[in-house]
């Protein structure tokens, strides 16, 4: 078996679009695909050639307040980057806050929420720390 790697991550948002456009803006993705999903809900695909985030929303839309059960476990969705800062920037151009900056093994990193209340770490491994 080839070594196996994560394809992709589906996270229940409010409004798709908005998120993807967030993560195009952001990390330089691409939109991958888009249409219709499972139960009568709406999907974006947003990512690379090898990976995506799959951004779905229900029918009826979560802004009822109705959690969605399978996504309380999350912690917090990690993306590797190059460049720290040029990504801190981007975050700062779209209206989120980067917060809890930490240089620590095996990498420097910050976080930031997305409009639905979703957590990513940002991380480098390729980079020293600033001094």
């Known amino acids: 078996m080839a070594h196996p790697f994560i394809e992709h991550v589906n996270l229940t948002v ?7 456009s967030l993560m195009i803006a952001v990390f330089g993705w691409h939109e991958r695909w888009r249409g219709p999903a499972q139960s009568g809900g709406h999907t974006i695909h947003v990512g690379s050639d090898r990976a995506y985030i799959a951004l779905y929303a229900p029918p009826n839309g979560i802004e009822a307040g109705l959690p969605y059960p399978k996504g309380e476990p999350l912690n917090h969705v990690g993306i590797q980057v190059d460049d720290l800062e040029e990504v801190e920037t981007r975050v700062k151009a779209v209206g989120l806050l980067p917060f809890n900056h930490g240089v620590y093994e095996p990498g420097r990193r910050f976080y930031f929420f997305d409009p639905d209340g979703i957590e990513y770490e940002v991380v480098s491994y390729a980079e020293p720390a600033p001094r």
């Open 14 to 20: 409010s409004d798709p679009a908005r998120t993807a």
